[in-house]
């Protein structure tokens, strides 16, 4: 495996974290990196929210917790015996949590390429959520994206424009182990599949 090779095989989702921190050098040179992301007509619409306050953090917390209640109560069966095992927040252990939003309309980049897709906005956003990741994984820092989660709320939580699309709300920190496989494989959730599988030729 090439080193680049290596770091698509390793960069996991990660929801077990130690408790020290990541250096504030450290944390704001792997946000720079993400701002060098690609983005439609470089309109750079990401836009990355650092959490700190205590109860912020909490509110943030009882989101998840009613949220992930709310998809609990859908399921039946193994499925929902299953899914109670999961963990699938760091929420508690992340020194570092970031809520990533979208401005899916802004000035910058003159609406250049958003004329027949607009939602190039939130894919651009996206790509700087990835490039986070894998700057993060190279340093081996762990992130765990958070998505199980009311939008309206998490806005409302951190202040923030309430047009701005709510994408990821990340949990920062070093992972307690390392692994190569995704851990709702190891929990047996769910299973990759050969590349292959995903190939159309027309
Ligand atoms: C858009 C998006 C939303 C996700 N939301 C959650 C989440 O709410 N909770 C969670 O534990 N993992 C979440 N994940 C992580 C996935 O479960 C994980 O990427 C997948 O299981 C593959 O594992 P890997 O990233 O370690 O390869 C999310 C990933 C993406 C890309």
């Known amino acids: 495996m090439t080193p680049a090779e290596r770091l698509f095989a390793w960069r996991r989702d990660v929801r077990h974290f130690r408790p020290d921190p990541v250096a504030a050098w450290e944390l704001d040179r792997l946000l720079e990196t993400a701002n060098r992301a690609p983005s439609v007509g470089l309109s750079e619409p990401w836009r990355f929210v650092r959490v700190d306050t205590p109860a912020r953090r909490n509110a943030i917390r009882a989101n998840f917790l009613a949220s992930n209640a709310q998809d609990l109560a859908g399921r039946e069966g193994e499925d929902a015996r299953h899914y ?8 508690d252990e992340a020194p570092h949590h970031i809520a990533v939003f979208c401005e899916t309309d802004p000035a910058q980049g003159r609406g250049l390429g958003r004329a027949t897709m607009p939602e190039t906005t939130t894919w651009s956003a996206v790509m700087a ?3 986070f990741w ?3 994984a190279e340093r081996g820092i762990g992130v765990g994206w958070v998505s199980i989660l009311d939008p309206t709320d998490v806005r409302r939580t951190l202040c923030v424009d309430p047009d701005w699309q709510f994408l990821a709300y990340l949990c920062v920190g070093y992972p307690k182990q390392p692994s190569d496989t995704p ?8 299973h990759r599949n050969p ?3 995903r190939w159309i030729w027309r």
Do not use: D, M, Y
């Open 129 to 131: 959520v990835h490039t």
């Open 183 to 190: 851990e709702l494989e190891r929990l047996g959730w769910e």
């Open 134 to 136: 894998l700057a993060a």
């Open 84 to 91: 109670a095992t999961l963990k699938l927040a760091g929420l």
């Open 195 to 197: 590349a292959r599988r």
